[in-house]
């Protein structure tokens, strides 16, 4: 059965403590691996897609990096502003839920200034 | 540019009434996608569409039906609502049902009393 785990399910930094938000995943032959931000009220916004083992991608002060059962969103320095829940979801290639979307359960950080 | 906008953003409906939601895209996407998202749970799939006048079973489809009569619009009903389908429902769109992200709404917050 397809499944991701992300952790911790909360996170609390205080403003420039750098941290990594975990996300393991099994899914049968993966498609692609995406990252996404939620602010509260609002619906997920797009941050990454990561393809292949050894894949990583930049965005300020997000990075997300991808091993063949995991990849981390790592915070360098955060800022308050960076608040939100991380969502993770991964698409596989086969299987009953073959190009779904299947999503973790996000990680909450809160940074304090 | 709107994205994709979800009427109405919030609802309370008594058990065994109906409601539509509406979801609207204005980028020209083949793909259109409903989610539910419960606290404690990550987002779950409940109907997709691959194109105009097409629909598919998500995850959890149950109790609900969808329509997409023209491409940048898709309907989820509730023919008779019951608390267990309390929740924020997200609308998405996207390009492609592979490597390309989904574009989400800010949800409907729908409360059955």
């Known amino acids: 059965e397809d499944q991701v785990t992300q952790s911790p399910e909360a996170l609390r930094l205080q403003e420039g403590e750098s941290s990594s938000l975990n996300c393991s995943y099994t899914?049968?032959?993966?498609?692609?691996l995406f990252w996404y931000r939620q602010d509260p009220g609002k619906g997920p916004e797009f941050l990454f897609t990561?393809?292949?083992a050894g894949e990583e991608k930049e965005k300020e002060r997000l990075k997300a990096t991808l091993t063949k059962k995991e990849s981390f969103l790592h915070i360098t320095a955060p800022k308050p502003e960076d608040s939100a829940t991380y969502l993770c979801?991964?698409?596989?290639?086969?299987?009953?839920?073959?190009?779904?979307?299947?999503f973790g359960k996000g990680t909450k950080l809160s940074v304090k200034p | 540019n709107a994205g994709v906008t979800q009427t109405p953003k919030f609802r309370v409906l008594k058990t065994g009434q109906s409601m539509t939601l509406l979801c609207a895209q204005d980028?020209?996407?083949?793909?259109m996608y409903w989610y539910r998202q419960d606290p404690g749970m990550g987002l779950r799939l409940i109907h997709y569409?691959?194109?105009?006048?097409?629909?598919a079973k998500g995850e959890v489809p149950d109790g609900y039906n969808v329509s997409r009569l023209k491409k940048q619009n898709f309907l989820l009903g509730l023919e008779s609502a019951a608390p267990s389908q309390t929740s924020v429902y997200f609308c998405?769109?996207?390009?492609?049902?592979?490597?390309?992200?989904?574009?989400f709404g800010d949800g409907t917050r729908l409360s059955i009393l």
């Open positions: 990561l393809y292949s």
């Open positions: 899914v049968s032959g993966l498609r692609g």
């Open positions: 569409s691959v194109g105009e006048g097409t629909t």
């Open positions: 979801a991964v698409q596989a290639h086969y299987g009953g839920s073959q190009g779904n979307l299947i």
């Open positions: 980028m020209n996407h083949e793909y």
């Open positions: 998405a769109s996207s390009t492609d049902r592979g490597y390309q992200p989904q574009h």
